[in-house]
């Protein structure tokens, strides 16, 4: 297969993408469960998807939370979420720490797989009116879970008027054809290279 | 006074505020109070603010909300926060409206210095850990508010400690030069152009 090849089977299978988009927003009234991807280097990524939450958690929407990678460290938001809104919002941290800290392919994959069963599941339920995969985008990059699989879920089986949000670096070129609203959070400054850590409040 | 003159002006001007951030960072141990800006014309800002006050929260923080701009409007957060955290958060919601929908900017102005004096407080208060200042770059922008103030204030009346966060597209350059971490949200694709309207949970 040459580089040629490659490129044009990439452009085909955009245009398939876009095209099933389309066809997904023809006759749309204006509103609509919409595809969201937070996407960059910046921060952000995730504190707006729990942003997102709380409002819908404020306007009495059923939600829910699906980690991918974070779940063995990042456990604030998990607990008030679950202690205060609990009746309104699931919370399923099913992450064990980045790769490079659990130094296990096959059990991150696992963790990954588990992960995506939940969400297809949270996702099909059309109670719940929002579903945030929070650092989805990690597991996607490194193929612990098959983008082609979670593009084909959104647009063929995602309720309607459903809200999906996935966060996280490097986003699958696949997942931004198929979205409704993407942004990418730059990093224009960063206080790590002033010698500070990460921070209660501000980090996790 | 020529276009020469005045970008020499903003040149002296900017390196004071460096010079004066670069003392401040001297002999800094790694945790300091931050202040963060959220720029740009993509979603986010005020989402990952508010995700961040959640996060502080969480660690049983103390910490403020002020809204500059949206506060006739955008009550989901304010009633949720204040009904489940009062305890842990403040929120002052002085705007009422975008200046386009009140036509009137002596009154503007008059809530955007308000907001401003009760920041001052919450910030000067060495209790509260984060302030979020919602959509002051707004008032910044149309001039409500003097940048240079906000700047000193910051620079020389800020606990060491404090978190401030600052969101609103058109960040001032003097503001970007003080702040310690900056992110910039841009948009990549938006569901607006598909005729779809502002939603529940995910603009408001």
């Given at each position: 297969?040459?580089?040629?090849?490659?490129?044009?089977?990439h452009?085909?299978?955009?245009?398939?993408?876009?095209?099933?988009?389309?066809?997904m927003?023809?006759?749309?009234?204006?509103?609509?469960?919409?595809?969201?991807?937070?996407?960059?280097?910046?921060?952000?990524?995730?504190?707006?998807?729990?942003?997102?939450?709380?409002?819908?958690?404020?306007?009495?929407?059923?939600?829910?939370?699906?980690?991918?990678?974070?779940?063995?460290?990042?456990?604030?938001?998990?607990?008030?979420?679950?202690?205060?809104?609990?009746?309104l919002?699931?919370?399923?941290?099913?992450?064990?720490?980045?790769?490079?800290?659990?130094?296990?392919?096959?059990?991150?994959?696992?963790?990954?797989?588990?992960?995506?069963?939940?969400?297809?599941?949270?996702?099909?339920?059309?109670?719940?009116?929002?579903?945030?995969?929070?650092?989805?985008?990690?597991?996607?990059?490194?193929?612990y879970?098959?983008?082609?699989?979670?593009?084909?879920?959104?647009?063929?089986?995602?309720?309607?008027?459903?809200?999906?949000?996935?966060?996280?670096?490097n986003?699958?070129?696949?997942?931004?054809?198929?979205?409704?609203?993407?942004?990418?959070?730059?990093?224009?400054?960063?206080?790590?290279?002033?010698?500070?850590?990460?921070?209660?409040?501000?980090?996790?």
């Amino acid at each position: 297969m040459t580089e040629t090849d490659d490129a044009a089977r990439h452009a085909a299978k955009m245009a398939r993408i876009k095209a099933a988009r389309d066809r997904m927003m023809e006759g749309k009234t204006d509103r609509k469960g919409l595809v969201i991807v937070h996407d960059g280097k910046g921060k952000g990524k995730s504190s707006s998807g729990f942003g997102m939450i709380l409002r819908c958690i404020a306007h009495g929407m059923p939600c829910a939370v699906v980690q991918f990678i974070k779940g063995a460290w990042d456990t604030g938001e998990r607990r008030i979420l679950t202690e205060h809104f609990g009746d309104l919002c699931q919370f399923h941290a099913m992450g064990e720490g980045f790769t490079w800290e659990t130094q296990d392919r096959a059990r991150d994959i696992a963790m990954a797989e588990a992960g995506w069963e939940k969400a297809r599941e949270l996702i099909r339920d059309p109670e719940i009116r929002m579903v945030l995969l929070d650092e989805i985008n990690i597991a996607l990059r490194y193929d612990y879970l098959d983008v082609d699989e979670v593009v084909r879920f959104l647009l063929e089986e995602k309720p309607e008027m459903t809200h999906v949000v996935l966060t996280g670096r490097n986003a699958k070129p696949e997942l931004i054809e198929l979205a409704d609203l993407v942004t990418e959070m730059t990093m224009v400054k960063h206080p790590f290279r002033d010698g500070i850590k990460a921070q209660k409040g501000v980090e996790f």
